[in-house]
């Protein structure tokens, strides 16, 4: 609501506001941050999946949350893919999410074989190791990551 009052008052008595001026002024969510990166991994190029893993990290998002987040995604891609003709209404049950998630997630799965997305999840726990383990920098780490899961 914050948000809303603050480009509001910005709109001023033309009322208009862009998408550009929207996107400038409003805060990044956490919420908006975590679902804007993981439907970036079917994009091409890395640019927007690194944008994302930038924001999350800039408001303080947990290393350990974005890397389970992905995996998660990760996971549900498999089982959509696996799923492939199956009645949307119960993989959507199944996944405990909601039917047009479901049309989503087959959308983004397209764009991976099933070879490359168990790879990325190996990857991904690969990943959850040296965070655990090493001192190096987790942005660092998935930064890496998110570099090698675009589609294929």
């Known amino acids: ?19 550009a001026l929207v996107t400038q002024l409003a805060s990044h969510s956490r ?9 970036a ?9 690194l944008t994302s893993l930038g924001h999350l990290m800039d408001l303080g998002e947990p ?3 974005i890397l389970g987040m ?3 995604q990760v996971r549900m891609l498999i089982r959509v893919k696996e799923g492939v003709g199956a009645n949307p209404a119960e993989l959507a049950s199944t996944l405990k ?5 479901v049309k989503r997630l087959a959308q983004q799965g397209a764009r991976f074989s099933d070879a490359a997305l168990k790879g ?6 690969r990943v959850d190791f040296h965070l655990k383990t090493s001192t190096g920098s987790p942005r660092l ?7 090698k899961m675009g589609p294929g």
């Open 1 to 19: 609501s914050q948000e809303l009052e603050k480009l509001a008052l910005f709109a001023g008595p033309e009322n208009t506001l862009t998408p």
């Open 31 to 39: 919420t908006y941050n975590i679902f804007a990166l993981v439907d």
């Open 41 to 49: 991994l079917g994009a091409p190029g890395f640019h927007q999946r």
């Open 63 to 65: 290393p350990a949350r």
């Open 70 to 72: 992905l995996a998660r």
């Open 97 to 101: 999410v909601p039917q047009g998630v």
């Open 120 to 125: 990325h999840l190996a990857m991904l726990h």
């Open 141 to 147: 780490w998935l930064e890496w990551a998110l570099v």
